[in-house]
């Protein structure tokens, strides 16, 4: 009887064992669901805080881009981008100004313990943006210069009219032939040849890959360089802005003569579509854009005033023989400028084809131009196209 006990009681502990064995893993397995369930839900949370911050961060920056598209100088002004509570985190928005027409927005979202950063590149896409753009050309930093051939004949001076002291330059990036009794008070240089000849005086330095003068007719106060000379390129202006703004005060005209008299474009700006023949006794107070020739002759006098430009041709040719004052930017986007006067240029000449100048005038007495579209200044910004350039993230 003993016996037969014993083994039931054995098998009954056998059972017990089991049973708590089973209990424990269960237990454990619970636990792991548990905990596996516990750590989904953190991270299912951790995510939603994430989405939502980066939520919130890009609602910071539409908010900061609607003050930047009202108002681009608020991009200078931090009080404008507070600390700003928004559902259920908040955004801080920080504004870089990079240019007068380039700003960055850094938005930072911050919903429960994440935190998420947006970054958005702004600009001012306009017709005046991309005109400073354009003036950029290391071709403004010359008081004359072309990108064919410069030949200087006759008489006269090129001169500088303000900026005394200061390096003043004309190039050509074609052949330069200066002959007569000519003078010039600032350098000369050109990207293929420069030839001197009878009476020339220059007082700046002579630069180009090959120099031709001989030393008894030709004065070098400078120093003479046989160097290579980089090709200048001439700036393809988009004259846009001068067309819209003579167009918005009734300045545009299908071709224009004028004599005898003055007048003064409204707005500072007349634009004529065809070919322009200004003669003697004419005074223009502004400015004058062509789209074919510009012929200039008689005693006429040109003030540019607060305009860039004096005479500018878009696909047409200058030519001047006026004895009178041309004050302002001469420009020629695609054609030659011919100068056979005895009159007077205070200002800058830019062209892209060749440069002719005869008689017994003075060919520029260098002033620098204003480098401004017309309705803009350097202190202000056009808000009217403030657009995204770039997400960075």
């Given at each position: 009887m003993n016996t037969?006990?014993?083994?039931?009681?054995?098998?009954?502990?056998?059972?017990?064992m089991v049973v708590l064995l089973i209990v424990i893993i269960t237990s454990i397995i619970l636990a792991s669901f548990l905990s596996s369930s516990m750590g989904?839900?953190?991270?299912a949370h951790k995510l939603s805080d994430r989405v939502r911050a980066i939520a919130i961060a890009e609602a910071g920056v539409n908010e900061a881009y609607s003050i930047l598209a009202a108002n681009f100088d608020a991009?200078?002004?931090?009080?404008?981008?507070?600390?700003?509570?928004y559902g259920d985190g908040t955004y801080d928005v920080t504004v870089t100004p990079i240019s007068n027409n380039m700003a960055v927005i850094?938005?930072?979202?911050?919903?429960?313990?994440?935190?998420?950063?947006?970054?958005?590149?702004?600009?001012?896409d306009s017709d005046s943006d991309a005109f400073n753009n354009d003036w950029n050309s290391a071709a403004f930093d010359y008081a004359m210069i072309c990108g064919g051939t410069f030949d200087f004949r006759g008489c006269g001076e090129i001169d500088s009219a303000t900026n005394s002291g200061e390096t003043v330059l004309i190039h050509s990036n074609g052949d330069m032939d200066i002959s007569g009794d000519a003078e010039s008070n600032v350098g000369i240089s050109s990207s293929t040849e420069i030839a001197i000849g009878n009476n020339v005086s220059v007082d700046g330095d002579v630069t180009a890959p090959v120099l031709d003068y001989t030393t008894n007719k030709v004065t070098l106060t400078g120093t003479p360089s046989e160097e290579s000379v980089p090709f200048v390129a001439i700036p393809d202006l988009d004259l846009t802005p001068f067309y819209n703004w003579a167009d918005s005060h009734g300045e545009v005209v299908n071709g224009f003569t004028f004599s005898g008299t003055s007048y003064t474009?409204?707005?500072?700006?007349?634009?004529?579509?065809?070919?322009?023949?200004i003669a003697s006794g004419a005074v223009i107070n502004g400015t004058i854009i062509a789209t074919g020739n510009i012929s200039i002759s008689g005693a006429v006098d040109i003030n540019a005033a607060d305009q860039v430009f004096a005479i500018a041709s878009r696909d047409g040719d200058i030519t001047v023989t006026t004895s009178g004052t041309i004050v302002g930017l001469i420009y020629a986007k695609s054609g030659?400028?011919?100068?056979?006067?005895?009159?007077?240029?205070e200002g800058q000449i830019i062209i892209a084809g060749d440069i002719k100048k005869a008689g017994t005038s003075d060919?520029?007495?260098?002033?620098q131009s204003d480098l401004t579209p017309p309705g803009d200044d350097d202190s202000s910004t056009d808000d009217s196209n403030v657009i995204p350039s770039a997400w960075q993230q």
């Open positions: 037969t006990r014993s083994r039931v009681s054995n098998k009954d502990g056998s059972a017990l989904r839900s953190y991270m991009r200078t002004n931090d009080v404008a981008f507070p600390l700003t509570a850094s938005s930072a979202g911050t919903c429960g313990s994440v935190t998420e950063v947006v970054i958005l590149d702004i600009k001012i474009p409204d707005g500072g700006i007349l634009w004529v579509n065809g070919d322009v023949v030659d400028y011919s100068y056979t006067a005895n009159g007077t240029v060919a520029l007495l260098f002033t």
